[in-house]
């Protein structure tokens, strides 16, 4: 089983795009984002029923982590795009139980092939 990333691309600052996850059956989903020379870093999380999101301070405000009434997607809308969020980024899932603001990367056992975003200035 892998998950698939999709959705991104290049785009000018300021811009926006969205991030779809095919996933299902999963505790939490969550996405991290890689950018060259730089550890990954959590972006953002949501739990299986959509009811709790957590998001890393560099995007709130900007973006918005969100799944589908039937479960099996998880969006990434991203808005206000900086070049600072030129990554690859992942989408991942975990079936461990936790408050939402308790996960920690080591978790997610089930990850996603990325997907290239580019922000231009």
């Known amino acids: 089983v892998q998950l698939q990333a999709s959705g991104g691309g290049l785009v000018q600052a300021g811009g926006s795009l969205r991030l779809s996850c095919q996933a299902s059956?999963?505790?939490?989903t969550a996405w991290f984002r890689q950018a060259p020379g730089k550890e990954r870093e959590f972006v953002a999380l949501?739990?299986?029923?959509?009811?709790?999101?957590v998001y890393a301070n560099s995007v709130k405000g900007r973006f918005t982590i969100s799944r589908d009434t039937a479960k099996t997607t998880v969006y990434l809308q991203m808005k206000n795009l900086k070049p600072d969020d030129t990554a690859i980024y992942y989408c991942a899932t975990t079936m461990i139980p936790r408050r939402t603001h308790d996960y920690s990367p080591t978790d997610f056992s089930l990850w996603g092939q990325g997907t290239q975003v580019t922000v231009s200035s």
């Open positions: 059956n999963y505790v939490a």
């Open positions: 949501i739990n299986w029923r959509g009811s709790d999101r």
